[in-house]
């Protein structure tokens, strides 16, 4: 219980130390976003969507991709081929038979979820753990595909009203 209290309190501080003036722009506060995260979370490794997408497109790397949101999210789009994982638990039940060197790649909405999964999963032994940096929202905002059922789609769980203010309002499933 006391783990549980220490993230709500860390995550509390970290959603009011993301207030931005309101007159940064979306992608100013996408950076800030990911600098926050970096500061928070220094020794995840953090991959760029670009660094993604070239590993998916020229299959140079094939990472398994963990969707750290919670189902309803989940169910709106994701990466394709995604595992959803909306808990470090449910993460370690899903990785059980797999090699502690496999790569992975833990995404979220914007990165702070799938951060603090990236550490837990690092903390237990996995190796080549990165976190997407910007994580679905970027994805999406690139203009990248997001899937449902295998199939292309154009929306993406906003999350919330506060952080689906840096992903682009036309993506917004809601």
């Given at each position: ?7 709500w ?21 996408l ?8 500061e ?25 991709l ?74 999406a ?18 999350y919330?009203?506060?952080?689906g ?10």
């Amino acid at each position: 219980m006391r783990a549980r209290s220490l993230f709500w309190i860390a995550a509390t501080w970290w959603m009011l130390a993301a207030w931005l003036p309101a007159t940064a722009g979306d992608g100013d506060r996408l950076a800030d976003i990911k600098a926050q995260i970096r500061e928070e979370f220094p020794d995840v490794n953090q991959l760029s969507t670009q660094a993604l997408e070239r590993w998916l497109s020229t299959g140079a790397r094939t990472p398994l991709l963990l969707d750290a949101r919670e189902s309803e999210e989940f169910a709106v789009s994701r990466l394709r081929d995604a595992q959803l994982t909306p808990s470090a638990r449910e993460a370690l039940a899903l990785l059980a038979d797999t090699p502690k060197n496999q790569l992975i790649v833990a995404y979220c909405s914007v990165g702070y979820r799938s951060a603090a999964l990236a550490q837990e999963l690092a903390a237990r032994g996995f190796t080549n753990v990165y976190n997407l940096e910007g994580s679905l929202f970027e994805w999406a905002n690139r203009g990248l595909p997001v899937y449902r059922d295998g199939r292309p789609v154009e929306k993406v769980h906003p999350y919330n009203w506060w952080w689906g203010r840096v992903l682009d309002e036309k993506l917004h499933s809601q």
